[in-house]
């Protein structure tokens, strides 16, 4: 009852902000050495994400699937700040849902000789029907956690070269969601069925799993990170609850009316809140060295592991998931 009291108030934690602080407010300024992948930024938390950092002098990458949207998103980030460079924001195409894609977009990416500080894996889908990628794999867990596993994996020489050759630590942000906590049952034997188009599909036990996933992904990720002594972190975030187009499927009379009762009870974050954990995580001095963890509200709630009570399944999911990109690429994963 407390912590729900805190909440709906937006009381401030130990790192001085709480549930009602915005992007703004939470991010470090004067980062005009620093270049950001943030996925999922033409809309939402993550264009908020994107424009904030922007705003504070960060070189932009947006990937997308959409780059007509990637574009306009860019206009309304441009058009924020008068003397912003537009040539600081780059688009280029992603489809996070497709091997192929990451892997030819990473390329792209290493062909402009950019440094990579930070890398915000943002993007998520919500599929109430049962859809599939190209390479077959279940939509929900291809787009919110293998694509970015993948991506994450590709661009992690590039991260810890450029913070080697910098001396500025680099930060990898997961969003996840509280929702991860849902999903019951044996992960290994949901993931050996996330091909099967003739099995029973639950929507919402989909998305549970492809969040779960991103925490474990952390997990096993801040291990391999501190094994290679990288002065590279990974922490994730758990935005709050943020009405944005990740709910686009299910527009509507009832849900238009669930939101704004939300809205009114305080429950709902509005979209710079809800990037402000993210914005937090990646640029605030109070993050420095932090690896492993899960924040909500700007506030680090300790390590990830403790989240998901057993580091097998971490080890078990980044194994699996080697495995399922390696047969989708051809190649075997180092």
């Known amino acids: 009852m407390l912590e729900m009291f805190k909440y709906l108030v937006g009381s401030a934690g130990a790192s001085g902000y709480g549930s009602k602080s915005t992007a703004e407010e939470v991010s470090e300024s004067c980062m005009n050495s620093i270049t950001a992948i943030v996925t999922g930024a033409t809309s939402g938390i993550g264009e908020e994400t994107a424009r904030v950092l922007a705003k ?17 998103a860019k206009a309304r980030i441009v058009s924020e700040s008068d003397c912003f460079d ?12 497709s091997v192929n894609s990451v892997v030819n977009f990473v390329s792209n990416f290493e062909s ?3 440094p990579l500080n930070l890398l915000i894996n943002n993007a998520g889908r919500f599929c109430y029907e049962h859809a599939f990628s190209e390479d077959g794999i279940e ?3 291809a787009t919110n956690y293998l694509g970015h596993f993948l991506l994450t994996k590709l661009l992690l020489n590039r991260m810890i070269e450029t ?5 500025v630590q680099g930060r990898i942000v997961n969003v996840t969601s509280n929702i991860h906590s849902w999903f019951s049952g044996d992960i290994f ?4 069925q996330i091909s099967q188009k003739n099995r029973v599909y639950d929507s919402t036990r989909a998305y549970a799993f492809s969040k779960l996933a991103n925490v474990l992904h952390t997990v096993q990720l801040a291990h391999k990170l501190q094994e290679m002594k990288a002065n590279v972190t990974v922490n994730c975030v758990h935005p709050g609850v943020v009405k944005t187009n990740l709910n686009r499927e299910r527009e509507g009379f009832v849900t238009d009316l669930i939101f704004y009762m939300a809205s009114k009870s305080r429950l709902l974050k509005t979209i710079p809140e809800g990037a402000a954990t993210s914005c937090y995580v990646a640029t ?3 993050v420095e060295n932090v690896n492993g963890n899960y924040f909500a509200d700007c506030n680090d709630q300790g390590s990830c592991e403790c989240k998901t009570k057993s580091a097998h399944l971490a080890e078990g999911l980044w194994s699996a998931s080697e495995t399922i990109v390696s047969t989708l690429t051809g190649k075997p994963q180092p």
């Open 56 to 72: 504070r002098g960060v070189r932009i990458i947006i990937p997308a699937r959409n780059l007509k949207a990637a574009e306009e």
């Open 86 to 97: 537009h040539s600081r924001i780059t688009v280029m195409a992603l489809d996070l849902s």
């Open 112 to 114: 402009l000789n950019l």
């Open 139 to 141: 939509m929900t867990f």
């Open 163 to 167: 913070a080697k050759s910098t001396g």
């Open 189 to 192: 034997e949901y993931l050996g």
């Open 284 to 286: 605030n001095r109070n």
